[in-house]
């Protein structure tokens, strides 16, 4: 009886011993994440709170901290990605954590915060315009995580986006809140189909294939001119901090005024790639006469 006993006891351990060897790893662990990974996502997280919170404000109209929370969200949109590549950080978890928190940060909070502005005063019309723009966000960001991820994509298409990326759609389709906030003038209802028309000519923008600079391969700063970057750098923050309205008027103004220069380049690159692309294809150009039979 002990004997059939202690060889039932022997199986059983070897049971649990082949058991244990064949359960992955990541069961009896947890694996750990290193920083370079972690704080990248923290900041998206971080900016996707902002989004949120400008929605929130815009529920309670405090408008003025709803815009400086999406152009913070915006800031922040900016830096995740710049610390990722810097720390070696970048991962597929953290591409898709930003397009999710960029849809709500620059395609649901901003359009949120415009209808509960002006827009509501024309309801339907007013909701479409909203319903546009969130749409063509999402679209927009969309196009971008398959355009990443096209390996015939020439070296220089990463000098340009095609279509206004989602962060500046979010900062340029505010525009007309910039100005009321500058001027303290009442929000009139004679306005209001204008900016629904500057809401749906923005969504357009973004949905479109037209190009818009990109400043993702800005690198190094030649050492002569770090001071005077430096320099320069210190004083933007210190207008955007003192006059923020102000200076995101200008800004706007700016980036809208910059997209025809932006197709101008586009083409000319399109273009001289093209060239490049025939010449090679057509291989050097034969002589007929050197051909003919000799008399």
């Given at each position: 009886?002990?004997?059939?006993?202690?060889?039932?006891?022997?199986?059983?351990?070897?049971?649990?011993?082949?058991?244990?060897?064949?359960?992955?790893r990541?069961?009896?662990?947890?694996?750990?994440?290193?920083?370079?990974?972690?704080?990248?996502?923290?900041?998206?997280?971080?900016?996707?709170?902002?989004?949120?919170?400008?929605?929130?404000?815009?529920?309670?109209?405090?408008?003025?901290?709803?815009?400086?929370?999406?152009?913070?969200?915006?800031?922040l949109?900016?830096?995740?990605?710049?610390?990722?590549?810097?720390?070696?950080?970048?991962?597929?978890?953290?591409?898709?954590?930003?397009?999710?928190?960029?849809?709500?940060?620059?395609?649901?909070?901003?359009?949120?915060?415009?209808?509960?502005?002006?827009?509501?005063?024309?309801k339907?019309?007013?909701?479409?315009?909203?319903?546009?723009?969130?749409?063509?966000?999402?679209?927009?960001?969309?196009?971008?995580?398959?355009m990443?991820?096209?390996?015939?994509?020439?070296?220089?298409?990463?000098?340009?986006?095609?279509?206004?990326?989602?962060?500046?759609?979010?900062?340029?389709?505010?525009?007309?809140?910039?100005?009321?906030?500058?001027?303290?003038?009442?929000?009139?209802?004679?306005?209001?189909?204008?900016?629904?028309?500057?809401?749906?000519?923005?969504?357009?923008?973004?949905?479109?294939?037209?190009?818009?600079?990109?400043?993702?391969?800005?690198?190094?700063?030649?050492?002569?001119?770090?001071?005077?970057?430096?320099?320069?750098?210190?004083?933007?923050?210190?207008?955007?901090?003192?006059?923020?309205?102000?200076?995101?008027?200008?800004?706007?103004?700016?980036y809208?005024?910059?997209?025809?220069?932006?197709?101008?380049?586009?083409?000319?690159?399109?273009?001289?790639?093209?060239?490049?692309v025939?010449?090679?294809?057509?291989?050097?150009?034969?002589?007929?006469?050197?051909?003919?039979?000799?008399?």
């Amino acid at each position: 009886m002990s004997d059939s006993k202690s060889s039932l006891d022997e199986r059983a351990a070897k049971v649990a011993v082949i058991g244990a060897a064949a359960r992955p790893r990541g069961l009896n662990r947890f694996r750990r994440v290193p920083m370079r990974f972690l704080i990248p996502n923290l900041v998206t997280l971080l900016a996707l709170c902002l989004g949120l919170t400008a929605i929130r404000f815009a529920v309670e109209e405090r408008f003025y901290l709803a815009v400086v929370a999406i152009v913070g969200a915006a800031i922040l949109d900016g830096l995740d990605g710049r610390i990722a590549r810097a720390m070696d950080g970048t991962s597929r978890f953290g591409a898709e954590l930003d397009s999710l928190a960029d849809f709500v940060d620059f395609g649901v909070a901003p359009a949120f915060l415009l209808y509960m502005w002006s827009l509501h005063e024309l309801k339907s019309a007013g909701w479409f315009a909203v319903l546009v723009f969130a749409v063509a966000a999402a679209l927009r960001l969309a196009r971008f995580n398959v355009m990443n991820e096209d390996p015939n994509r020439p070296a220089w298409m990463a000098n340009f986006f095609l279509g206004m990326p989602a962060p500046a759609g979010a900062v340029i389709v505010l525009l007309p809140m910039y100005l009321h906030l500058v001027t303290g003038a009442p929000q009139a209802s004679i306005y209001v189909p204008f900016e629904i028309a500057y809401v749906l000519l923005i969504a357009f923008l973004m949905a479109s294939r037209i190009p818009h600079f990109s400043g993702k391969t800005i690198g190094r700063v030649p050492r002569e001119y770090f001071i005077a970057v430096l320099f320069g750098g210190a004083a933007f923050i210190l207008l955007l901090a003192t006059f923020p309205m102000e200076v995101l008027i200008v800004l706007s103004v700016l980036y809208l005024c910059l997209i025809p220069s932006s197709i101008r380049s586009y083409r000319r690159y399109s273009e001289a790639d093209a060239a490049q692309v025939q010449a090679s294809t057509e291989g050097p150009a034969t002589d007929p006469s050197a051909s003919s039979t000799p008399v």
